[in-house]
């Protein structure tokens, strides 16, 4: 901060320069008398925090500001790639329209109530929706809130929308499970019936299936990973031949948008016991790319991992139709697969704590997710999940 005597045709004038919110501000007075005393109230207020400068200023960050200035370097670069890209959607598409140029100072309970009313109302945004946006926005406002941009965080203040009643998980049984895997192990030839396209006739031919053996016994492979390890897509893609033990699987790292390297959604590495079944789908595979090394990737046989485009991909093309052909309807996500995992151990009789453990899971979240199969079980007679597998596999 300083005062500037600057001269011109029209007369002198002083000027105070000061720093706010990361730009240069500047203030222009006709008396030096008046110039000095905003510069020793400007410096008194600066050791009274950022509010009290922007009350003597008038001058509050809007959100885009400060999002620019400091919530993305601060914090943002600290969130996983797939994070970042999911809050900047949400704060681009449902954020930022209404609320980017508002001054945080100006960001108030009544603002965030309204804000949230017109995405329900004009957007027909969903009780999750809107949870998301919440929590972005409220993330961006606590950032503020700890650098003393604001008074306070509004968004804890308004009540959230109630979210949408969801059934509870039902599982595939392995009978399912494994008549899914059994149409990716065989040929998946399409047959297209004759019809009409732009008015010619056009007889009936087959598409047939280019797989080759390693590559059916792939997707059958991925089915099993999930629904007997419980592994989740990310960590799917990333499992190396080296993780895959005598009698467990090691999972410390999961697959970015991109195929490299990050932590998993737990940020915990984990042992998941490896069951027969699986251990001899692994094995099966592992021969037909012809012994692959040690480093590279499960599913690639090299070391690059699975896109997540080539996930997607997978999921629409081969899951989707072999879950049509077997009959499995509503078709479920792979994640669900998951689903299955748990309850194969709950079967078993395993504790909340190790079905926790097994599935990257704090016991609380394993409780709420499956406390109705735990009630289920409770009195039931201990199932043997190889049996089960097996006895489902014909054997």
């Not at 697969?337 to 009789?349: K, M, T």
Request: aromatic content about 6%; charged content about 30%.
């Amino acid at each position: 901060m300083s005062v500037e005597r600057r001269s011109k045709a029209s007369g002198v004038t002083y000027v105070v320069r000061w720093r706010e919110n990361g730009r240069q501000r500047a203030k222009t007075f006709l008396r030096r008398a008046d110039a000095q005393a905003w510069d020793v109230e400007l410096r008194r207020r600066r050791e009274l925090g950022p509010l009290a400068v922007q009350q003597l200023t008038n001058r509050s960050q809007t959100l885009n500001e400060f999002i620019e200035d400091h919530w993305v370097p601060e914090h943002g670069v600290t969130l996983e790639k797939s994070t970042r890209r999911t809050y900047a959607d949400l704060y681009r598409l449902y954020i930022e329209p209404p609320l980017g140029d508002v001054p945080l100072q100006n960001i108030t309970v009544s603002e965030v109530r309204k804000w949230q009313s017109e995405l329900q109302a004009e957007r027909n945004a969903s009780p999750d929706l809107v949870g998301k946006c919440r929590t972005v926005l409220s993330s961006v406002l606590r950032h503020a809130l700890e650098a003393e941009a604001v008074a306070g965080n509004p968004v804890g203040a308004v009540k959230a929308p109630k979210r949408e009643y969801k059934d509870a998980v039902d599982p595939l049984a392995p009978a399912t499970v494994e008549a899914v895997r059994g149409v990716l192990l065989g040929s998946m030839a399409t047959d297209v019936p004759e019809c009409t396209r732009h008015g010619a006739r056009v007889s009936a031919y087959v598409v047939p299936d280019e797989r080759t053996p390693a590559s059916r016994l792939q997707d059958a492979l991925v089915v099993s990973l999930i629904a007997y390890a419980g592994l989740r897509p990310g960590e799917l893609r990333a499992l190396r031949w080296s993780d895959v033990r005598e009698r467990t699987i090691l999972v410390d790292r999961a697959a970015d948008d991109d195929g490299t390297d990050k932590d998993t959604k737990s940020r915990a590495r984990r042992t998941i016991k490896l069951i027969d079944p699986l251990a001899a789908d692994l094995e099966e595979y592992r021969q037909a790319l012809g012994g692959p090394g040690r480093r590279t990737r499960v599913l690639t046989g090299s070391p690059e991992a699975w896109r997540r485009g080539d996930w997607h991909n997978w999921r629409a093309v081969r899951w989707r139709q072999a879950c049509k052909r077997a009959d499995v309807e509503p078709t479920p996500r792979p994640y669900d697969l998951r689903h299955s995992f748990a309850s194969l151990l709950l079967a078993e009789g395993q504790t909340v704590h190790y079905v926790a453990s097994q599935l990257g899971h704090s016991p609380k979240l394993t409780l709420d997710t499956y406390g109705h199969l735990f009630a289920e079980f409770a009195d039931r007679a201990r199932i043997d999940p190889v049996a089960e597998i097996m006895k489902a596999r014909g054997g």
